[in-house]
């Protein structure tokens, strides 16, 4: 057995996922995977990480932090890199993996500290436009790891290699099912997913748009929606008001299941969702979500569409009338759905995971120099 695997992640699922993915290739391989992440996330960890020993440092991010702030961040992170060099030098890990965010920079920089001994330093990006944690850290990486070829700002410093975004191992067992259009005047199933914590914009949007569906199609419809909790009794009224056969939550912890039950998924373009669409084979409509950082999304959604997998639809677009004559467009025409789903089932790589800790393996085997 090779010396352990850190895995440093924290902040949003899009980190998060494919690190418990890779944690699972990891141990599936009689590896043992070390976890590196921040007390908020460390709070709301998921099943795939309960056997995994965990390491809480400190973290924080400089962006967006403002003049005040910045110099507290910036303590914030120095401590935290003194800690993981602590447990890196203790445990003497072989490979350190980073997947973005903020929480990922103490250790990958503590890791870089520890001279000839040091770890390997993979660092995995998620998202088709090259994240500013990634950004920084390249220079001192030995790879980086894209799940899109096309990747956009990839810094110069690391070797690059397209290893695709592993997904959750319950979406991952899902891949290659297969997908069955709506039968004529059969149930239409429609999912909508709003990223971590549900999208203000598909509360407003989506109940008023399938209430102008015409009645026929209306009654078709199985709709599973999640919604923040503030929302989730106004949009359960109105969809009630609509007749529309509805399952509104803030949270569902069967994702897999309602993916491959859908024949149409509205959602966010998060870079987990969209890798889980591709896995699924799922057709999709696509709102990325405005303002995000390097307007990450939207390039994430160009992705799928361009293939076919997709509609991406820009926020400011999104309008009852406009994702009504969407859905309308698709659930008429059941053969553009199978041929979306095949689109989006082409660009999947369900062995990520896989080819990620093929790689992680490989370099951990290697001799570093300081």
Do not use: K, W
Not at 266 to 295: F, K, M
Not at 327 to 342: F, K, N
């Amino acid at each position: 057995m090779l010396r352990p695997v850190a895995i440093a992640a924290g902040g949003t699922g899009g980190h998060l996922f494919p690190a418990e993915a890779l944690a699972a290739a990891l141990a599936a391989r009689g590896q043992r995977p070390v976890l590196f992440t921040d007390a908020r996330t460390a709070e709301r960890l998921g099943p795939g990480f309960a056997h995994v020993e965990t390491h809480v440092i400190p973290a924080e991010g400089l962006a967006g932090r403002g003049i005040a702030r910045a110099p507290r961040a910036a303590l914030t992170l120095a401590r935290g890199t003194l800690a993981a060099r602590r447990v890196l030098g203790r445990i003497g890990a072989a490979a350190i993996v980073g997947f973005g965010g903020y929480p990922s920079v103490p250790p990958i920089v503590a890791a870089r500290t520890l001279g000839a001994r040091r770890p390997r330093i993979v660092l995995h990006e998620q998202n088709a436009v090259l994240g500013r944690a990634n950004r920084a850290l390249c220079p001192i990486a030995d790879l980086l790891a894209l799940s899109f070829a096309a990747t956009t700002r990839v810094a110069g410093g690391a070797a690059t290699r397209v290893t695709g975004n592993p997904v959750r191992p319950g979406i991952a067992a899902r891949a290659g099912l297969g997908y069955a259009p709506p039968a004529e005047n059969g149930a239409f199933r429609l999912l909508v997913l709003g990223g971590s914590l549900g999208a203000r914009v598909f509360a407003d949007v989506v109940p008023a748009a399938l209430a102008l569906l015409p009645d026929a199609l209306r009654a078709r419809i199985h709709l599973v929606m999640q919604a923040r909790g503030e929302d989730v009794e106004r949009c359960s009224v109105a969809l009630d008001a609509a007749g529309i056969a509805a399952t509104v939550a803030p949270f569902f912890a069967d994702v897999a299941e309602h993916l491959t039950a859908a024949h149409l998924v509205i959602a966010r373009a998060g870079a987990s969702t969209v890798a889980e669409l591709a896995a699924v084979g799922r057709p999709s409509i696509l709102v990325p979500l405005p303002g995000a950082i390097d307007d990450h999304q939207a390039a994430n959604a160009r992705a799928l569409a361009d293939a076919g997998g997709a509609v991406s639809l820009a926020q400011h677009t999104l309008t009852a009338d406009a994702l009504a004559a969407e859905i309308m467009l698709r659930a008429d025409e059941p053969r553009l759905l199978a041929t979306m789903a095949g689109a989006a089932a082409a660009l999947a790589v369900t062995n990520a995971a896989d080819l990620l800790a093929d790689a992680v393996l490989a370099l951990a085997r290697t001799e570093v120099s300081a």
